[in-house]
């Protein structure tokens, strides 16, 4: 394209095979208004089912839609970041493929934008299809991080949002491999204004963001956008040492007075408390070393294997990034 289309749509996606039709067609109803200044990037996160088949046979039919092939499965954060650097509009539109987040507030959130802003960000009203534990979770991982983040993150919202292209060139200077794209997106600032939905259930498939996943993405997050925890060192030395303060008192106590120290006891419930603190600041401190570690590998975030663009054969290139 030799002029920029007007929007972006960018679509991660992982054995989506069940539901990557009905997404294409509401999508692209979606995009109606602005034909033929759209496109459609999917990119396919190392799919293990015929994700990648349908997508290939969906850009050979429509030249709005660019298929992007991950060399693996580098993750949700990762695939949508690779998205990103795809797209080409001057607005891009990120959207899960499973329908939970619906194409077609895709005017509403534009309209928007028209009255001066870089972002327009989902926020959940209600979830429908998940469970009761998925939502209390998410509730409290949500304010939790409010609480700890250095920065502003709006609660109870995802990566469902309308960037502006200067917005999206911010973010894509940020090099960090442990990416939480949501926070990121905060961090930048700009005008970023909110717009309430209600979250839908997934149109087909299973959830790939099972309970470990989404505790590791806790961890990203709060670790990304926080040293809070870090300070949890000076809160746990400062009880350690007053209940050693007490212990001393105890010990001083009973020799002044004759009486026998049960030595044993008393030895193994400093042992053990100061134990687990120790190993506790120690796994906190483990987490922040580690992702300097994988930082400082400067290895890409993530190698594209085949870019199929509409009405074009499937490009063979890596690339990576």
């Not at 327009?120 to 939790?144: C, D, H, N, P, Q």
């Not at 961890?219 to 050693?244: E, R």
């Amino acid at each position: 394209m030799n002029q920029r289309p007007l929007v972006s749509v960018v679509t991660p996606c992982y054995n989506e095979e069940e539901v990557i039709g009905e997404t294409y067609r509401r999508i692209t109803k979606a995009c109606e208004p602005y034909h033929p200044a759209y496109e459609i990037v999917f990119v396919n996160d190392g799919s293990r089912d015929s994700t990648w088949s349908a997508l290939e046979s969906i850009c050979r039919g429509d030249p709005q839609v660019v298929g992007v092939n991950l060399s693996r499965n580098h993750g949700h954060q990762l695939a949508l970041t690779a998205g990103l650097t795809v797209a080409q509009g001057e607005r891009i539109f990120i959207l899960d493929a499973d329908l939970q987040d619906p194409p077609e507030l895709l005017p509403a959130m534009m309209k928007m934008m028209d009255e001066g802003c870089d972002v327009v960000y989902g926020v959940r009203k209600k979830r429908s299809g998940e469970t009761w534990l998925k939502l209390k979770t998410a509730m409290i991982f949500y304010r939790l991080l409010r609480q700890v983040s250095d920065i502003e993150i709006p609660v109870d919202t995802g990566d469902f949002r309308l960037m502006s292209r200067r917005a999206l060139d911010v973010f894509l200077s940020m090099p960090e491999r442990h990416r939480f794209v949501r926070g990121m997106v905060s961090w930048i600032g700009m005008r970023q204004l909110p717009l309430a939905y209600d979250r839908q259930a997934r149109f087909a498939g299973q959830t790939k963001y099972p309970f470990a996943k989404m505790l590791r993405f806790a961890f990203d997050a709060i670790t990304g956008f926080s040293v809070k925890p870090l300070k949890v060192a000076i809160y746990l030395g400062a009880m350690a040492g007053g209940l050693s303060l007490l212990a001393l008192a105890y010990v001083f106590w009973s020799w002044l007075t004759g009486q026998v120290v049960p030595g044993w006891s008393s030895l193994m419930v400093v042992v053990l408390l100061l134990g687990s603190a120790q190993l506790f600041v120690l796994g906190i401190i483990g987490e922040y070393l580690g992702q300097i570690f994988l930082e400082s590998k400067r290895r890409p975030l993530f190698i594209i294997e085949q870019i199929c663009r509409g009405g074009e054969s499937p490009g063979k290139d890596l690339k990576s990034k």
